[in-house]
């Protein structure tokens, strides 16, 4: 019997190894879910859009599930994910949160949590990775007259078509009835039919529609008040290259992109965090662009703006946030564009997981190896010693004496057997966690 064990182990040892490092432990895809979202502090409303991503090897793809749980403390959300693996659940905490927030995202189809954990982001970092353009733009001013132009909506994208404004003062007053005509440069300005100018209204300002051609557009702004007064202002105007374009009307925004695309995604922000976020998806136009709406929930008082990225992560070169809300008495508009935030990332832990699992793959793999080799030895030694005894005994039945080993043989084969039987219940064991591990 032992013979038949001294060749069986090994085999034995090679099978197991084998199942442990190629297939217990062998590298597997994991699924974990990525939280992208604006300031939890102070926020009663969380717009986030959730990523469920597959990894496999270092490789990641979308992960499209059914029913998706996101439980935020005691509120909650559930929906399904899009083919691309997004959600976008908006939850209602119902007063503002006070400190980190506890977040769990499950699915039925997975039996560990896609994530897990505190989530905390302030309202002065989210302000702090925003991008901001607008305001009076730089630029020459001559004459009595004194010129400041603006964009009405912070800057301009090619080649959709936005306000500009001219604002004409006299030592601070301001000139009502000044005529404003223009010397553009790949800018098209769209003036009254039959006239080359247009007038400042009571309040010193004029407003004339304009279209940018090329990213060097500049324009020349020539004022003439009624008592022949003048000025002049010229500069170039801001253009920011690959923008895409959004406006507010009857409550819905829409969205329209230079070039065709398929979709692009959204947030609906103000300076306090995000109050939804989604994604909107395109149909093509004659004139090579792309139209597409999206209706947020009742938008809060005060400045809003829309922010429209190519990127599901608000992390591309032309993003810009709309500004949705203009007053024409009071300071232009300036774009607020804060870039994607992640704020949860259990991709990350379920990984962690999937490579413990590995390791204690390879662990038990050694563990069974190193047990399986003492008992082949001790397997090898009592053959050896049980071959000298049987010599032994062969020649003391010769002499008829009996032997010291002889005496002792009781006492060692007990001790023996326990040795045995402690490591064959040992390697059992690893095999059960291993054939256990295996099925999860």
Known sequence: MAARALYLIPVVTVAVVVFALFVVGAPTAYVGARVHGGPTE????????????????????PKALDRLRVEVGTASWEGATDELGHAYPRIDLGSPAAGPLWVRITSAAHPRPLAEGEVQFRKAAWAEVASRHGGWIPGKAEGALEVRVATERGVLAIPFRESLWIEVRRRGVPVPGAKVRFAPEAVEVHLPEGRDFVETNAGGRAFVRVTPRDYAAASKVSVTGDDEEKGTWYSTLPVLAGAMHATLRDGVVHVETPIQRERVYIAIATEHGRHAVGKVELRPTKRGTSVGTFEPPE????????????????????????????DRKGEPSRTFAPRGQLLLD?????????AERRERARLLAGSFTGASAFLVVLLLVRRVRTSQRNLEQHLSRASNEDTEEEKKRPATGVAFALIVGVLCVLLGFMLLVLVSMARQ
């Open 346 to 354: 259990g991709l990350e832990s379920a990984g962690a997981v999937d």
């Open 299 to 326: 938008l809060p008082d005060g400045s809003v703006w829309a922010v429209v990225s190519s990127e599901a992560d608000f992390q591309s070169m032309g993003l810009v946030g709309w500004p949705l809300r203009i």
């Open 42 to 61: 102070g926020a009663v409303v969380l717009a986030w859009r959730i990523d469920v991503v597959e990894s496999f090897r270092d490789a990641e793809g």
